[in-house]
DNA sequence: GACCAAAATTGGTCGGACCACTATAGTTCG
DNA sequence: CGAACTATAGTGGTCCGACCAATTTTGGTC
């Protein structure tokens, strides 16, 4: 997995509690540093992470701005990225990958209750499956992708019964891994995600 | 486009200047930084985004190590995002893409007997591509691509007929953004991609 | 009210200090 | 002589305070 930063998560934690909308204004450097009680040095390396993802945007002498997001842009990009990463997963998993990728799926199914939890699970998988792909662009680019997702809470289901389903569809998805057969696990990955679009909001009409 | 680190594009010239292949050392952050005229501030900023895209890895007090990168992968990678940026640059593309991508393809033409002008006029143009999509998420993604390539200067075909071949690819890319045919586009990219597959060196086998 | 200059605020860069960890060279001991 | 231990120097990681550059706000002037 690349290198995380942990005080970039902990602005986008900040940022969702305040529930800031896309063209509000950060506060402050000085500011935010001293909230989270770090250094500006640290606090800006993880504000340039959060820049180079295009999540903010700094502006000299005036501030820094939460950034717009499409959600169904970014998940039209999944849907082509994710499913080859699970055709390589299949193909290219270890051991290890197995055993998480079981785990990972025990939590969903014990988090049928808690949509936080099962979004945090879920999260998990994605990861263990660009782990498991062997292929540093797809882990990079997941990566980002998660990165882009954990600003929007709307991304998972809300009502349990569309919970049970998507656990469905992933543990077809991991039996293929399992399998090592690409060809299912790329099909399954592509019918998650479609079920996610079908889930996103509605917009414009 | 996402914000750009000079730092970082400075430290990959330097990196390709001396040749060093993965797993090599890179020379101690205060070292470069004065070799680069910097603040060792400044040149972890740098460093820290090529972290980010996995091309190096830092190890405490040990040093900062040049990661392996297979073409294949990426290329692989290329295959199923920038077919998509593609279809999204023709459907959403603006007057001023349009001039940009005529601009670049002339340069393109320009450059068939430059290998290294050829390569920075396709870069920009898979650029322009990617800006046309008006997609955060495409836009994010493959700048991470343009900068895991720019770490392979294997990528650009050798001889100029196979360049002039290209060029006749991506005119018929050009000219279905400009039409508006996303599918069109959609093909021609997928097109143009494979044939960078088939310029890959071999390998294994 | 319009315009302009000064001051305050903000992001960007810098240099230095210290910490945590590693690798290496010396030293000691069996 | 070799192995185990111990300084020691070197490395990335974090922090601080200062200054620079650009913008925004403020206050005055006409």
New binding site residues.
Partial sequence: MPPRN?VADRVRILLDERALVPGDR?P????LAAQLG?????L??GLGRLADLGIIE???????YLAALDLRDLTDARLRLEPYAARLAAERREPRDLVRLDETLAELRGSLEDRAGFADADLRLHATIAEASRSLPVRVLLDAVADLLRHSRAVTAVDPDTRRATVVVLERLVRAVHAGDGEAAEIAMREHLGHVVAALPREGG
Avoid: D, F, I, P
């Fill in positions: 942990a950060l402050s450097e000085r500011e770090v250094s500006r040095s640290s800006r390396e700094a502006r000299r002498g005036s501030g820094t």
